[in-house]
């Protein structure tokens, strides 16, 4: 289905029937708000019937962004010129409460979409209201008189699931104390109709390894080891992320002690703060076992100790779809943070167009205020939803096109190194990988797949490749091109930043890289767990660019701090110093599909930082304005 996008300007609309929408509150048009039907996956699904109409709902509802009436240039070109040096509004970034000023809705506007709302006894949640969108609840009937539509059960792979089968529409001509209102144009998106999702970290733990580990002692990489491997300011004592704030997105709480005690272990200088922000009512106190907690916890434990001198806020939400989108909102916002990350997705197929293009209004927001925001590319190397689907898919919201997206590498150990230190990124040195009895030898740092794997299922105890490739295709780091982010669909100005990569006008994932590899991976301290015991909290042979991306943040932090403030949407500068000296191009490996090359590519990106290079090419790039 093709499908366009106004950044600026009214969602497009259509007439649906009048009988459609309750007598009370008839009006002579109705807009119909595009893409917000899933039609593939409803298409895979066995329709069971009408939803309960007597049901509680929670909706998120966007808003689109206003055109500036001061002067201002319009969102898209404010976030370009704020990272292009020399523009007049170079690094001049907003505060929420300016952005609110600039870009969202008026005050009149909201109140008459929650009149026209009211009238369904569909009301706002408590403090639950953020700039480009606002939660309410209703019951399923109402909602699809609100709005409409028909909800109904549905059934895919054994999995129930909720969803509307048409979009919803919203009066054109409102009338609320006197003034009319066109709610359509006012409305970005609807979520929370259909409640089906796929959000998953993206950690995976290796194979051959258990998962319980009781000799309670780690292994694998230390946080000194990557500062040094990647050069992040390794003999400074003065650049260590202070005065920056990293915000970890997440929808699992964690144990903070057990961070304090993972930068202890490992002798880490941590001097800034940790603190916790429950979003829609989220619990930030960990109850349950599960990988999730362990996702959050290395987030915080690996950002932290990248940027010993960061503060960390951890943002927690519940695992819904509306729940994804505050996660996000609530961290632009709130504007606390100048840097986030993410390490929750989803392919995008499962997507509707308006539940992504709501999430990277957030991610707009952000960078307006100043933030960079990263994600991590997923795990299942260029096919991001398999096993449902076997079709070339990649993970949102790293493909999101106002967000930076990171990969993964295989980084060797060096052979010669007591410790378990890693060979020289960017070096031709041959490192050796740690496999079941014995050992891989791979010359320098590549993309990563675990195809590289193929011929050793011997030592996995499988009698045959086919068996061994059926248990690790398709892991490797997420990469490819986005069918949501088109040219087409992003405005004129969409991904400039990326031009000349042989993208076709797609957005192409990931941007950057970091190692992933479990099996050149890390460990986790997590006391809550059902990898450990609340005495024995190490687990090892963890990797997955949910690794690579919090040590990005912490990176970035670092960079902040080294250049003098908040970098925004720091895409354009790294593209535009790709070849400055601050990356370590990767050239081989691959990610079962695309093939690690010179340049930019679908495994790696730009590739793996020398973070000392970089920011010393960012300050003489930034220094031509």
Do not use: C
Request: no cysteine.
């Amino acid at each position: 289905m093709k499908r366009t996008l106004m950044l600026a300007g009214a969602v497009a609309f259509a007439m649906v029937p009048l009988l459609a929408v309750a007598p009370q509150a008839l009006a002579s048009q109705y807009g119909q708000l595009t893409g917000n039907v899933n039609s593939a996956l409803l298409k895979q699904s066995q329709n069971q019937g009408p939803a309960d109409t007597s049901a509680q709902v929670t909706l998120f509802i966007g808003y689109n962004f206003m055109n500036p009436s001061n002067g201002m240039p319009d969102l898209p070109t404010f976030i370009h010129d704020s990272v292009t040096p020399g523009s007049p509004y170079f690094h001049d970034w907003l505060s929420a409460s300016a952005f609110a000023r600039d870009y969202a809705p008026t005050s009149d506007q909201v109140d008459a979409l929650l009149s026209y709302l009211a009238q369904y006894h569909i009301t706002p949640d408590a403090g639950n209201s953020y700039t480009m969108g606002i939660n309410v609840t209703g019951t399923v009937g109402n909602v699809e008189k609100a709005f409409g539509v028909s909800i109904n059960n549905y059934l895919i792979h054994g999995r129930s699931y909720t969803a509307n089968n048409q979009n919803p529409s919203l009066p054109q001509d409102y009338t609320y104390q006197g003034q009319t209102y066109n709610l359509a144009d006012l409305v970005s998106g609807v979520a929370g109709m259909t409640t089906y999702h796929q959000f998953t970290t993206h950690a995976q733990q290796q194979q051959g390894v258990s998962h319980l580990n009781t000799q309670n002692q780690p292994a694998g990489y230390t946080p000194q080891q990557m500062a040094q491997a990647y050069n992040a300011f390794p003999n400074s004592n003065n650049i260590t992320g202070s005065g920056v704030t990293i915000g970890i997105a997440t929808l699992a709480p964690f144990v903070p002690s057990d961070a304090t005690y993972f930068w202890q272990y490992y002798h880490v200088p941590r001097t800034g703060t940790l603190s916790e922000v429950g979003v829609d009512g989220q619990s930030t106190t960990a109850s349950g076992y599960g990988i999730g907690g362990s996702e959050t916890s290395l987030d915080v434990e690996r950002s932290g100790a990248m940027a010993p001198g960061s503060n960390i806020i951890v943002y927690e939400a519940p695992n819904t779809n509306p729940g994804f989108l505050d996660l996000f909102d609530a961290v632009a916002t709130q504007d606390h943070v100048q840097v986030m990350s993410v390490s929750w997705g989803e392919a995008e197929m499962y997507q509707t167009f308006a539940y992504s293009y709501m999430m990277n209004q957030a991610f707009m927001q952000g960078a307006a205020e100043g933030i960079t925001m990263m994600a991590a590319s997923g795990d299942y190397g260029a096919y991001d939803a398999y096993p449902s689907s076997r079709r070339l898919a990649v993970d949102s919201p790293a493909s999101s096109p106002d967000i930076m997206a990171v990969g993964g590498t295989t980084l060797p150990l060096n052979p010669n190194s007591a410790s378990g230190a890693p060979i020289a990124p960017g070096s031709s040195e041959t490192g050796i990988i740690p496999i079941p009895g014995g050992v891989i030898s791979m010359p320098g740092e590549q993309g990563w797949g675990w195809s590289y794997l193929l011929p050793y299922y011997a030592n996995f105890g499988l009698h045959s490749q086919k068996k061994w490739e059926k248990d690790i295709y398709p892991i490797g780091s997420g990469g490819g091109y986005s069918t949501t982010w088109t040219g087409s669909s992003g405005g004129a100005l969409y991904g400039w930043w990326q031009s000349g990569t042989g993208n076709s006008g797609a957005r192409g994932v990931p941007d950057v890289a970091l190692n992933a590899d479990p099996f050149t991976g890390y460990a986790i301290y997590d006391t809550n767990s059902v990898y450990t015991t609340p005495t024995a909290g190490w687990t090892n042979g963890w990797g997955g660019t949910s690794f690579a991306s919090p040590q990005w943040a912490g990176i970035v932090a670092l960079l902040d701090q080294d250049l003098g403030g908040p970098q925004g949407l720091l895409n354009a500068g790294l593209y535009a110093n790709a070849n400055g000296g601050g990356f370590h191009q990767i050239t081989a490996g691959n990610n079962w599909y695309y093939n690690a090359a010179p340049g930019w590519n679908a495994v790696t990106g730009l590739g793996t930082p020398d973070v000392e290079a970089l920011a010393r090419s960012l300050a003489s790039w930034q220094a031509k304005q």
